[in-house]
């Protein structure tokens, strides 16, 4: 992946049930946990052209990954919607307005986002945590088991994450106002996938 040598295997995909599959795979964890998950899912959003395989894999290793780091009886809620973004490589991401397009074509995009009542990510490791074998938070406070509280992996599930969104041409990203295992501010992962990766460039920069 790293290589950008692994092929997709592209069709046309609708993406909520995409979500649902991957949320019910983990059905068995979220009662081990006695988590609520939540789904706002836009029946409106249009297919997209995408490998899904691939796609399932991103939402689990999403999705675990919020219920690893929220505690017993937290919330998980997934939403998805599609929003209209003009591309351009220099600029910062901003949703447009279509009167505001002046003569360029905008790229409609699906986004899905991952939010969670967790123990939420420092400032400085929001983009660390998707390098490979980066683990966030305190390594010693970590635990075992694959869905434990805090529990700790290879490292890898974000940088999977990061992989396959980017060989979609799309952009994955978190926010969280901190880490807290007392306060639990949460944190979401959002992720942006074009319907259809052969029409973008790869990098989502926005006028």
Not at 16 to 22: D, G
Not at 44 to 72: V, Y
Not at 155 to 179: N, T
């Given at each position: 992946?790293?290589?950008?040598?692994?092929?997709?295997?592209?069709?046309?995909?609708?993406?909520?049930?995409?979500?649902?599959?991957?949320?019910?795979?983990?059905?068995?964890?979220?009662?081990?946990?006695?988590?609520?998950?939540?789904?706002?899912?836009?029946?409106?959003?249009?297919?997209?052209?995408?490998?899904?395989?691939?796609?399932?894999?991103?939402?689990?290793?999403?999705?675990?990954?919020?219920?690893?780091?929220?505690?017993?009886?937290?919330?998980?809620?997934?939403?998805?919607?599609?929003?209209?973004?003009?591309?351009?490589?220099?600029?910062?991401?901003?949703?447009?307005?279509?009167?505001?397009?002046?003569?360029?074509?905008?790229?409609?995009?699906?986004?899905?986002?991952?939010?969670?009542?967790?123990?939420?990510?420092?400032?400085n490791?929001?983009?660390?945590?998707?390098?490979k074998?980066?683990?966030?938070?305190?390594?010693?406070e970590?635990?075992?088991?694959?869905?434990?509280?805090?529990?700790?992996?290879?490292?890898?599930?974000?940088?999977?994450?990061?992989?396959?969104?980017?060989?979609?041409?799309?952009?994955?990203?978190?926010?969280?106002?901190?880490?807290?295992?007392?306060?639990?501010?949460?944190?979401?992962?959002?992720?942006?996938?074009?319907?259809d990766?052969?029409?973008?460039?790869?990098?989502?920069?926005?006028?």
């Amino acid at each position: 992946m790293t290589a950008k040598k692994l092929a997709l295997k592209l069709e046309q995909l609708e993406i909520n049930p995409l979500i649902e599959q991957a949320t019910h795979e983990q059905r068995l964890f979220f009662a081990m946990r006695n988590q609520t998950l939540t789904l706002h899912l836009d029946p409106s959003i249009p297919s997209m052209k995408g490998d899904r395989t691939r796609l399932i894999q991103l939402l689990a290793n999403l999705i675990n990954n919020a219920i690893k780091f929220t505690p017993d009886g937290g919330e998980i809620c997934i939403t998805s919607r599609s929003r209209y973004l003009l591309c351009s490589k220099q600029a910062t991401m901003q949703e447009q307005e279509p009167s505001s397009y002046a003569g360029r074509e905008p790229h409609c995009y699906i986004e899905i986002t991952i939010s969670d009542t967790g123990i939420g990510i420092n400032k400085n490791e929001q983009l660390r945590v998707f390098d490979k074998f980066y683990e966030s938070g305190n390594i010693e406070e970590h635990s075992s088991g694959k869905v434990a509280f805090k529990s700790r992996g290879a490292g890898l599930g974000l940088s999977i994450a990061r992989g396959v969104v980017e060989m979609h041409g799309g952009e994955i990203w978190v926010e969280s106002d901190g880490y807290d295992p007392q306060t639990c501010p949460g944190s979401t992962f959002f992720i942006l996938l074009p319907l259809d990766p052969s029409k973008v460039d790869g990098t989502i920069t926005t006028v």
